[in-house]
């Protein structure tokens, strides 16, 4: 089996390294070994930096995102350095920004966690990507502890509060805090706890500038939760139930949704009736602003066979008021 370095090193999408080979072992694992490109670190004791080589320290392993079904494994052994100024010239061993130092997995593949685990459970997600349920509590954990790099984002428009469910013993369940960051689903927060203040702290604890960025707020939780809302980004700002029913329609369902109905409706309605919803997939295309009465009139007719493809089209209405610049006119 045959990589091209480059290509491989472009889907893993990691910075400061390079590809040295790759092995392909059981159980559709691609084991990936690379080098640090990075030069230098901070010494751990006085945070100088540091460029004085010194070896390297013992290969670790780092599960990252799947590629083509293949379980990703990253295999580094990570550039150690010494210190000049310490006493004892004390060595540091260099952590690259794509994960986190005693960590088994990339930062990435942390994120895609605890995403999946939104509205999941610990056993549901161990189950279908073959990792551990202790590995997924202890990212649950790790990420709890750390906090967000706000200066890294720049807008926060649409959030959402969910909930992960957990094993037994532990905390019955952790709250999700994520956002649309470059028009990708990121998790901005965990909780511990969902009372209203715990959540309300951490929307105080965003910083005033994107607090103001921020347009929409979804939830199909608890109340309580809105009213922390509502108290941090005040009046303003559009409240939403039941968010990933929302998103999922929002980035590609109502155009999926359109085909079934279609389909469906197709066996009920007569050849007459058919030709008479002409164009209707172009339609629902618009914002309803922007269609004349004759079109909006079609369209309400096409709501009264599917109210399903009604309640997508409005979804999609009140997001695309959020998204409009981005999103191509088609
Ligand atoms: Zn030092």
Redesign the pocket.
């Known amino acids: 089996m045959t990589f091209d370095k480059e290509t491989l090193q472009t889907l893993l999408n990691l910075p400061d390294i390079a590809v040295d080979h790759v092995v392909l072992g059981e159980r559709k694992t691609l084991k990936v070994y690379v080098h640090s490109t990075l030069e230098g670190t901070n010494?751990?004791?006085?945070?100088?930096p540091?460029d004085h080589e010194y070896g390297h320290g013992q290969e670790i392993e780092l599960r990252h995102l799947p590629l083509f079904a293949y379980t990703v494994v990253l295999i580094l052994r990570p550039k150690r350095y010494q210190?000049?100024?310490?006493e004892g010239r004390?060595t540091?061993s260099q952590t690259l920004s794509w994960y986190t130092r005693r960590s088994r997995v990339t930062k990435a593949f942390e994120q895609q966690m605890l995403l999946e685990l939104i509205n999941s459970t610990l056993e549901d997600v161990s189950r279908k990507h073959a990792i551990g349920v202790d590995a997924l509590q202890g990212i649950l954990d790790r990420n709890m502890a750390c906090d967000v790099d706000w200066n890294v984002i720049e807008r926060l428009e649409v959030i959402g509060i969910d909930e992960i469910a957990l094993k037994k013993g532990h905390r019955d369940f952790v709250v999700v805090i994520s956002a649309y960051i470059n028009e990708t689903l990121h998790v901005i927060g965990l909780l511990g706890d969902r009372t209203k203040a715990s959540v309300q702290e951490f929307f105080l604890s965003i910083p005033k500038r994107l607090r103001r960025t921020v347009q929409s707020v979804c939830s199909d939780l608890y109340q309580g939760f809105i009213g922390a809302a509502k108290a941090v980004f005040g009046k303003r700002v559009h409240i939403c139930a039941d968010r990933f029913h929302v998103a999922k329609l929002y980035r590609n369902g109502l155009e999926n949704l359109r085909k079934s109905e279609w389909k469906r409706l197709c066996h009920i309605l007569s050849k007459e009736e058919r030709k008479s919803f002409k164009n209707v997939h172009w339609l629902l295309r618009q914002r309803r602003a922007d269609l004349n009465a004759d079109e909006r009139r079609m369209l309400n007719r096409l709501f009264r066979y599917s109210p399903k493809l009604q309640e997508a089209y409005e979804a999609c209405e009140s997001l695309t008021a959020i998204y409009e610049s981005r999103l191509s006119k088609g």
């Open positions: 010494c751990h004791r006085c945070g100088r540091i210190c000049r100024f310490c004390p540091t």
